[in-house]
């Protein structure tokens, strides 16, 4: 796992964060600090929050108040220009790879390379291609559409679009939900092996007690319209009633046994 510690650059910063809806308040001052290199699973209850928080870290929600600090920028103060050169730096999956029916994997993959660069149809064809391969999808893959692929294939085929730019931030949105245990275990070794292999930093909505336990440094759990951060050992130790039953719980038993005896993913 990444060295966490504090001579580690901050990546990313939430500071003050408020996000609301009408007059329903979602978070309140919720404050994040993300290390380049690590992983960070985001948890929390029905109804707390992640995918916004997720969401409104890309740039997709404008918070109500605060600040979020990615990549050196201010993303909340940035022009249409700027914000556009810092989400090429990023890459993003949506919860089942939210693919367009209409287009083959390949040209899914190359649909961010034809809106941020000027690359030749020919090379956009044969950087697609080698993502492909990156996710671990057969060459095949590349002519197929959605409607022909599995769930687990499909997540794949949305993971190479999101590394389609090389982005240094990962931002995953459940993404082994639906997925068998073996698939979703194959899903988050691959994760793992391409933090090391391209030195990501990534940032995970997950409800997968499998996933935080063999690739997250550490887990940002939402209560209370705040998040409270530790790693899983830590978390484990906490008196809230809430992530006491969450990391104490038969589903949270069952994942660190298949830690212990071998299952580590990394």
């Given at each position: 796992?990444?060295?966490?510690?504090?001579?580690?650059?901050?990546?990313?910063?939430?500071?003050?964060?408020?996000?609301?809806?009408?007059?329903?308040?979602?978070?309140?001052?919720?404050?994040?600090?993300?290390?380049?290199?690590?992983?960070?699973?985001?948890?929390?209850?029905?109804?707390?929050?992640?995918?916004?928080?997720?969401?409104?870290?890309?740039?997709?929600?404008?918070?109500?108040?605060?600040?979020?600090?990615?990549?050196?920028?201010?993303?909340?103060?940035?022009n249409?220009?700027?914000?556009?050169?810092?989400?090429?730096?990023?890459?993003?999956?949506f919860?089942?790879?939210?693919?367009?029916?209409?287009?083959?994997v390949?040209?899914?993959?190359?649909?961010?390379?034809r809106?941020?660069?000027?690359?030749?149809?020919?090379?956009?064809?044969?950087?697609?291609?080698?993502?492909?391969?990156?996710?671990?999808?057969?060459?095949?893959?590349?002519?197929?559409?959605?409607?022909?692929?599995?769930g687990?294939?499909?997540?794949r085929?949305?993971?190479?679009?999101?590394?389609?730019?090389?982005?240094?931030?990962?931002?995953?949105?459940e993404?082994?939900?639906?997925?068998?245990?073996?698939?979703a275990?194959?899903?988050?070794?691959?994760?793992?092996?391409?933090?090391?292999?391209?030195?990501?930093?990534?940032?995970?909505?997950?409800?997968?007690?499998?996933?935080?336990?063999a690739?997250?440094?550490?887990?940002?759990?939402?209560?209370d319209?705040?998040?409270?951060?530790?790693?899983?050992?830590?978390?484990?130790?906490?008196?809230?009633?809430?992530?006491?039953?969450?990391?104490?719980?038969?589903?949270?038993?069952?994942?660190?046994?298949?830690?212990?005896?071998?299952?580590?993913?990394?």
């Amino acid at each position: 796992m990444a060295d966490n510690g504090t001579s580690a650059e901050t990546i990313l910063r939430v500071t003050g964060l408020r996000t609301q809806f009408g007059a329903q308040v979602i978070h309140e001052d919720l404050e994040l600090t993300i290390k380049r290199g690590e992983i960070i699973g985001i948890v929390g209850g029905s109804g707390t929050g992640k995918s916004v928080l997720l969401r409104t870290m890309v740039g997709l929600i404008r918070p109500a108040a605060g600040q979020i600090t990615m990549l050196g920028k201010d993303i909340t103060a940035l022009n249409d220009e700027a914000r556009t050169a810092l989400q090429k730096r990023i890459g993003v999956l949506f919860q089942d790879g939210a693919l367009f029916s209409s287009l083959t994997v390949a040209q899914n993959i190359m649909l961010p390379l034809r809106e941020h660069t000027d690359l030749p149809p020919a090379l956009q064809l044969e950087i697609a291609e080698v993502k492909i391969g990156m996710v671990g999808l057969p060459p095949d893959a590349a002519n197929k559409y959605p409607s022909e692929l599995s769930g687990g294939m499909r997540k794949r085929a949305g993971l190479a679009r999101a590394l389609a730019l090389d982005p240094e931030i990962l931002f995953l949105d459940e993404p082994t939900a639906g997925l068998d245990p073996i698939g979703a275990a194959a899903f988050d070794q691959l994760i793992g092996e391409l933090r090391r292999a391209l030195n990501l930093t990534v940032v995970m909505v997950t409800h997968d007690l499998d996933s935080l336990s063999a690739i997250c440094d550490r887990i940002a759990v939402l209560l209370d319209k705040r998040v409270r951060v530790g790693t899983m050992a830590s978390l484990r130790q906490d008196s809230e009633p809430w992530i006491h039953e969450y990391f104490h719980g038969p589903r949270a038993r069952a994942a660190l046994d298949h830690l212990t005896t071998g299952g580590e993913q990394q």
